[in-house]
């Protein structure tokens, strides 16, 4: 066997050994459906069904030698589609990316979000002491756990954009206010609080993942908490799915799950009517990733004056907004190679619906989507808000 044949046989063996259902790799019919729904699949060179041709043909050299597994964006758009459940998002994709990295075939923006996250425990390369900094005005104030040392009911991982992005803060601040309002006994991690790893995991970075899981896991120990927050999707997916397998196990909602079920509490404190057409953007790691599409919808449609709108892509077949899989530090590496932004294209279904607000429930979307409006929604007829941002809205707190 040739050294090409090897690297092929060993890429193959590990797609089918490390990824739970990896075996039915085997089992790909060639139907080209993962292709044809692949928002980027028009300018790969080998998207998954091509791919597979190719691994089956003891040719994956020929991918290693491309860039084209830089354009997914792990949106599991392909898993949702393939009638033989090939685990085409979480398998292939992510194991031939994490090929390219060993190859050393990462484009630079990438590269230098890896690093950050590596030196500083975020994608932002922003300083870890200044993780809960955006905290100093709530009142009463946010509890940062190393200092508390006393019971919580809730752990709520901040995350890594509503913790430094200067427009995310806004909904870290909105979560808090409306957390206190409720009277919940909540504590935050804050420079004790790592990235949640998973969309370095997913654009390859294994190694890295597991390096901040541990951090974070490790941190999760210290504390006395019954369950665990997400903002970011993202983060709800690595706590509930991926930490586990490392060792840490805990109970762990997504904000709108566990605001859905408070929304008896809630309701009483929604006064302010909100008067807008709505349209809801299903987050990739909610949505396909994780089955959660009920509750950021009731959480919309207990608005006060809101009425809910869909888009024509909704739910499982929803549109990736292009920042999953590392496609958050890829923008400039995707543009080039595509001449398109998902988040425009998504902003264009947005404003087709007639809404004035596109309601999102991820930290990556808010300031995606605004800058995407900025060069489509020219008479500015389309507000971007996280949900709880128009929870605390029409609390008025
Ligand atoms: S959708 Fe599944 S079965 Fe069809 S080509 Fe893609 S991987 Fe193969
Ligand atoms: S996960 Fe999304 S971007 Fe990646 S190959 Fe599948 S459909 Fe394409």
Redesign the pocket.
């Known amino acids: 066997m040739s050294n090409l044949e090897t690297a092929n046989a060993i890429f193959y063996n590990k797609i089918q050994e490390a990824t739970q259902d990896g075996e039915k790799l085997r089992n790909c019919l060639q139907c080209g459906n993962?292709s044809g729904?692949?928002?980027?699949?028009y300018v790969?060179i080998y998207?998954?069904s091509r791919m597979i041709a190719e691994v089956r043909a003891n040719r994956f050299e020929k991918i290693l030698g491309t860039e084209n597994i830089w354009?997914?964006?792990?949106?599991?758009?392909?898993?949702s589609v393939c009638p033989a459940q090939i685990p085409?998002?979480a398998g292939l994709?992510t194991g031939a990316k994490e090929e390219l990295l060993l190859a050393g075939n990462v484009p630079s923006e990438l590269q230098a979000a890896l690093e950050y996250s590596q030196r500083y425990g975020n994608p932002l390369g922003e300083s870890p002491r200044k993780r809960a900094d955006w905290a100093r005005e709530i009142q009463p104030e946010v509890k940062l756990l190393g200092k508390y040392r006393q019971p919580v009911d809730v752990l709520w991982f901040v995350g890594d954009y509503p913790s430094y992005h200067p427009r995310v803060q806004h909904i870290a601040q909105s979560m808090a206010k409306l957390l206190n309002a409720l009277n919940i006994n909540f504590g935050i991690l804050g420079p004790e609080e790592y990235s949640d790893g998973d969309s370095q995991r997913l654009a390859g970075e294994r190694g890295l993942f597991e390096m901040l899981a541990e951090k974070n896991g490790q941190a999760f120990n210290k504390y006395d908490f019954k369950e665990i927050i997400t903002t970011d999707p993202h983060a709800y997916n690595a706590i509930k799915n991926e930490y586990p397998k490392l060792g840490f196990s805990f109970p762990v909602r997504h904000y709108t799950e566990f605001l859905a079920e408070n929304i008896e509490k809630i309701l009483p404190f929604l006064k302010n009517e909100i008067n807008a057409r709505v349209t809801y953007h299903d987050p990739c790691y909610l949505g396909r990733a994780n089955n959660i599409y009920e509750q950021p919808r009731s959480l919309i449609q207990n608005l006060p004056g809101v009425e809910l709108v869909e888009m024509p892509h909704n739910l499982k077949n929803s549109l990736?907004c292009g920042g999953g899989?590392g496609g958050m530090w890829l923008d400039g590496f995707q543009w080039e190679k595509s001449h398109v932004r998902l988040s425009e294209w998504r902003i264009q279904e947005a404003l087709s619906t007639g809404a004035n607000i596109l309601a999102v429930a991820c930290p990556y979307e808010t300031s995606r989507f605004e800058d995407a409006a900025k060069n489509i929604d020219k008479t500015g007829q389309l507000r971007i808000r996280d949900i709880v941002e128009l929870l605390v809205e029409s609390m008025g707190v």
Not at 37 to 41: K, T
Not at 71 to 79: F, G, I, K, L, W
């Open positions: 993962c729904i692949c928002p980027f699949g790969m998207p998954p354009m997914c964006v792990s949106c599991y758009a392909c898993t085409i998002t994709m990736c899989g």
